[in-house]
């Protein structure tokens, strides 16, 4: 599967993220087509969880109205499989371990390779626990993101030179967010994923303003932008698709 | 590569921005475990400050009333701030000095670990922050008010349904938050590698001494070790000691709620199913999507969704056997141990009471049950007046 790799030929990635069924399924599919078609390069489709421990508000908060609506891991599937067509970029799910695990690793995976979702990311899964998920998601040739941290240091060759697909650089402590600043030292996590492996670093975590993001590009190969977007979302309810192609366009054009 | 695994169950599960911190946490245990200058500083402060070793009392009384097999309360109780917290908070709170932490952080159910934890944060000079549901922190504002004088801030939570669960989970957000001068006090054999050795360990103290004890009184093994279980680290210091001794019958009591076949349960061996949660695989009170749910128990420490990895296995294999007590049967013990000893036990042990009560009255007389009651009632009282619906303005 080379849709990841080919999500970062076109400039700098753009990666939006977005809590599926936040506030409705429907508006969900709408989304995801007009997300890519307004420059989208990956879009991280968050499969919500009750206890999402590495989340700030915005995104609890959204995973909490989406299962409050109804959404289930497998109406998510049916939706995506059937919006697919229309999506013009790569796709990739961000969960839980839970979730996946009593879902069924393997009917999990083999549901993404259904779908067209090229990478799973999944934040409570650190490198030493990854052989839970590593075998179904080769044998459905679905990508396993691995995360890297501002703590990360001496862990960060290790965990690049086993990673597939692009590497999720966290800029920030914490929970993700919106931050005013970001003063990780990106260029040196970059550059370490670099030294040994020749692989695509997106960096996510609070990231929020076009200026950041273009700041950012300056080290890493592509952007991801989660609770801003889902912040808008709250806001707008479903009459969000607007405003959120709005900014997705600014966000690409700042990384063009 | 995974690490600290109990058959299938544990693990690490933690996002990335933890493994080094949970990392240097597991090599200072390591380094310091067997350290004669850490384990004499130790030992001095769960003599000296602790108050231990804990008695393990006879209670002739409620013997004779059921019956049956002879009892034996292991009194933590009587420990300092009331629980068998404090064993594990000495151990770590000096363990986290030693690593050159500055400031300490623990999620709270009952609130008995939040003091423990503020009580030695205050001890060492560590500056002490805790995460208690909002929902537990009135349900046990008594506690909330005993950490605030303890010199330590508490956090009332108000995501998800605002009891244990939500407190770990902000408790481990914060920590993601600062790792570098924090350290996360788990309070249960819960959590991942390495907290469920590391909690368990300075636990076990409770069964090592149980063992003495009772050899000294009675010459012989006990056969019957119980203990209520919520996370389960009360439970696990009591059972450690015996797991090699086969015949010695472990178990386990767990919150039923209203009942087990009532959604308003938390009792995760009779209802749960194999989960990854937490940073540890073990069993959950779940949805078929792997949604955790929100349980339910009168008792605010065995208000959680989750079991202990060693638990699971030691349900797994047999070795020890785990079963539920419902509200009312616990609400009862409380009230009948209060009469028939003198002695007001917390409601979450109140649950192994329970337990005792209706299987001491089937067993020979020459039979004996260790309950572990690891932690007195005090805090329970104003609950326990609404409960049986008296007003005593609180």
Redesign the interface.
């Given at each position: 599967m080379t849709d990841i790799k080919n999500a970062f030929k076109n400039g700098k990635a753009f990666i939006p993220f977005i809590t599926a069924g936040d506030p409705d399924l429907e508006t969900t599919e709408k989304l995801l087509v007009a997300m890519s078609e307004n420059g989208a390069d990956i879009i991280e489709i968050g499969i919500p969880?009750?206890?999402p421990?590495?989340e700030?508000?915005v995104i609890?908060e959204a995973d909490l109205r989406s299962?409050a609506s109804g959404t289930?891991?497998?109406k998510i599937f049916d939706m995506v499989k059937k919006v697919r067509p229309m999506v013009k970029c790569a796709l990739a799910v961000m969960t839980?371990?839970?979730?996946?695990?009593?879902?069924g690793t393997d009917k999990f995976m083999s549901k993404c390779k259904e779908c067209g979702i090229s990478a799973v990311i999944v934040?409570?899964?650190?490198?030493?626990?990854k052989?839970?998920l590593s075998e179904s998601c080769s044998k459905y040739g679905v990508e396993l993101i691995s995360?890297?941290?501002?703590?990360?240091?001496?862990?960060i060759k290790m965990?690049a030179k086993e990673a597939q697909g692009f590497v999720y650089c966290?800029t920030s402590?914490?929970?993700t967010g919106v931050r005013n600043k970001i003063t990780t030292n990106i260029g040196e996590m970059v550059q370490l994923v670099k030294s040994v492996k020749d692989i695509p670093c997106a960096a996510g975590f609070g990231i929020s303003t076009p200026a950041q993001a273009k700041e950012i590009s300056k080290y890493a190969d592509g952007v991801i932008v989660g609770s801003a977007i889902v912040k808008i979302i709250a806001e707008h309810g479903k009459d969000c698709l607007a405003p959120v192609c709005d900014y997705v366009k600014s966000m690409k054009e700042a990384l063009l | 590569m995974s690490k600290g695994k109990f058959g299938i169950h544990g693990g690490q599960f933690v996002p990335e921005t933890l493994m080094n911190a949970i990392n240097e946490f597991e090599e200072a245990y390591n380094h310091y475990k067997n350290n004669p200058e850490f384990v004499s500083e130790l030992n001095t402060l769960m003599r000296e400050y602790a108050g231990r070793p804990s008695r393990l009392y006879y209670a002739e009384k409620m013997t004779k009333d059921l019956g049956g097999a002879k009892i034996y309360l292991k009194r933590e109780d009587l420990n300092h701030t009331g629980s068998h917290k404090l064993n594990n908070c000495l151990g770590q709170c000096l363990l986290a000095k030693k690593m050159g932490k500055t400031r300490v952080i623990a999620e709270t159910g009952a609130g008995q670990h939040g003091v423990a934890t503020a009580t030695v944060a205050a001890l060492l000079g560590l500056e002490c922050e805790i995460f208690m549901g909002k929902e537990d922190t009135i349900r046990q504002a008594l506690n909330v008010y005993r950490m605030k004088l303890l010199g330590a801030k508490v956090n009332a939570v108000e995501t998800g349904t605002m009891t244990l669960k939500d407190a770990v989970n902000e408790a481990m957000r914060e920590w993601t938050n600062r790792v570098s001068d924090t350290h996360y006090v788990l309070g249960s054999v819960m959590g991942p590698h390495p907290f469920p050795t590391v909690v368990r360990d300075f636990q076990s103290v409770i069964g090592k001494e149980i063992k003495a004890q009772l050899m000294e009184k009675e010459g012989k093994l006990p056969d019957v070790v119980m203990a209520c279980v919520g996370g389960g680290s009360n439970a696990m210091g009591a059972f450690y000691e015996f797991i090699k001794d086969k015949s010695v019958k472990l178990i386990g009591c767990e919150a039923a709620g209203l009942g087990v076949n009532n959604p308003k349960n938390a009792a995760t061996i009779a209802n749960g199913t194999l989960g990854i949660f937490h940073g540890m695989k073990s069993y959950f009170c779940q949805n078929e999507y792997g949604q955790i749910a929100p349980v339910y128990s009168i008792s605010a420490g065995l208000d959680y969704p989750g079991i202990g990895p060693e638990h699971a296995n030691l349900s797994d294999t047999g070795r020890a056997s785990y079963v539920p007590i419902t509200d009312d049967e616990a609400v009862d013990a409380f009230e009948y141990l209060s009469r028939t000893e003198g002695i007001i036990p917390a409601i979450e042990s109140s649950h192994a009471v329970a337990h005792c009560m209706k299987i001491a009255p089937i067993m020979d007389k020459d039979k004996i049950i260790v309950v572990n009651l690891s932690g007195r009632g005090d805090k329970d009282v104003a609950a326990i007046a609404r409960y049986r619906g008296e007003d005593i303005h609180d």
């Open positions: 969880f009750s206890d421990i590495a700030g508000v609890q299962l289930t891991t497998d839980y371990m839970n979730p996946i695990f009593v879902y934040p409570d899964t650190p490198f030493e626990e052989s839970e995360l890297i941290a501002p703590t990360s240091n001496d862990r965990i966290v402590m914490g929970v | -």
